[in-house]
């Protein structure tokens, strides 16, 4: 075997590993959360004898997405962190009861593990950050702000209603949606004038646009104005736009693309630049979580490297056990990198089946 195959063999053991013991955890009478403990009543086997690996996941059926919208919400706090401080934080619901997701630590586990992939020199440490992206009920606030004081920073943060955002655009109210958006980056830009030290950023590629083209119409740019690293996301994040972003909006500010939600965490992309035509490649933390691509008449098949398919996500840490959830986007499947010895996905794109319908708001 090469070495390659030998990282690759152990990245699967690992993650069979983990499978074993997150499904110890969530399905143990004395550990495991209400929805489980009762879901295993109807399984019809013992997961805690039958799952060995992660292949014998698909046994649990399809992930059902209106499992995780209505309460009660504390029927997913495990019975094994009873007593610690619970959060709760939402995705979607522009239209609707929004998906909710409890979380004790995983959002600062998540960004922690993130930080281990940023480079110093970008992003220095003690530095001060700016989160300009959606706040509210949403994790990325407190996660962005927990990653700057990981580092040693201090997260200056900008209100920020994704959904009101949406509700504009659905209703054609462009006048309203621009003075919103102005009003968004008139506290973006009044922060970094305040000499606070900002040096990081998290936004989406929105309003990254939108921010250095203000700050160019002040005679400055997102680097003048003190920002060495960027990290942004969103299924706008695309090739041609990574290019024009790094040719005529960043003016040598270091940037790099992440792909992520509140079930999943952060999946950080592998390096991209004119090297490979700013392709963009992500990869998930794994064994905390998973992306597999697959098909989109038969979700249990993963397609092959190059294919188009579905993203399939599963969630495996012990405050959230979510195995095979559909998400809203599509992509292709890369293969593993010298970083990940795990399937990525690149081309991050809304699901073709929901496309049509979706609003993609501030991303």
């Known amino acids: 075997m090469t ?3 030998i990282q690759q063999q152990a990245a699967r053991d690992a993650l069979d590993a983990h499978v074993r013991e997150m ?4 399905f143990d009478p004395e550990t495991g959360c209400p929805f489980w403990l009762e879901k295993a009543a109807g399984l019809g086997f013992d997961p805690r004898q039958e799952i060995t690996g992660f292949g014998d996941l698909h046994r649990f059926g399809p992930f059902k997405d209106e499992w995780l919208r209505g309460g009660p919400v504390q029927r997913w706090v495990p019975r094994g962190l009873a007593g610690k401080p619970v959060f709760v934080f939402e995705t979607g619901g522009t239209t609707g009861i929004p998906k909710s997701r409890v979380a004790c630590d995983d959002f600062r586990t998540d960004y922690e593990l993130f930080s281990a ?4 020199e970008h992003f220095p440490r003690g530095a001060n950050w700016l989160m300009l992206g959606p706040s509210g009920p949403r994790r990325l606030r407190l996660a962005v702000e927990h990653l700057a004081q990981h580092r040693g920073g201090i997260c200056f943060c900008v209100d920020l209603d994704p959904r009101w955002v949406v509700k504009l655009i659905k209703k054609g109210w462009t006048e309203h949606l621009m003075a919103y958006k102005d009003h968004v980056i008139d ?10 030290d900002i040096k990081c950023l998290f936004t989406t590629p929105k309003l990254l ?8 119409s002040n005679g400055t740019t997102i680097r003048k104005a003190g920002i060495t690293g960027i990290f942004s996301g969103g299924t706008e994040f695309t090739p041609q736009w990574n290019r024009f972003a790094h040719e005529e909006l960043l003016d040598g ?5 992440t792909y992520g939600n509140t079930l999943m965490g952060l999946a950080a992309s592998a390096p991209t630049g004119p090297h490979n035509d700013y392709k963009i490649a992500y990869y998930a933390p794994q064994p905390r979580a998973v992306l597999d691509v697959v098909d989109f ?5 993963v397609v092959e490297y190059g294919e188009t398919g579905r993203i399939k996500l599963t969630t495996l840490t012990r405050e959230c056990f979510i195995p095979g959830f559909l998400e ?3 992509g292709e499947r890369e293969m593993p990198y010298e970083r990940c010895a795990w399937d990525g996905v690149s081309g991050v794109r809304p699901y073709r089946g929901f496309a049509s319908s979706t609003t993609v708001g501030v991303y």
Request: glycine content about 0%.
């Open 3 to 5: 070495d390659r195959s």
């Open 23 to 26: 499904v110890q955890w969530h």
């Open 117 to 120: 992939t940023l480079p110093d």
């Open 187 to 196: 506290q973006a830009v009044s922060l970094l004038s305040a000499n606070h």
């Open 209 to 216: 646009e939108s921010l250095a083209l203000r700050l160019e």
């Open 253 to 257: 500010a270091y940037m790099t693309p």
């Open 297 to 301: 008449d038969d979700p249990s098949r």
């Open 328 to 330: 809203r986007d599509e």
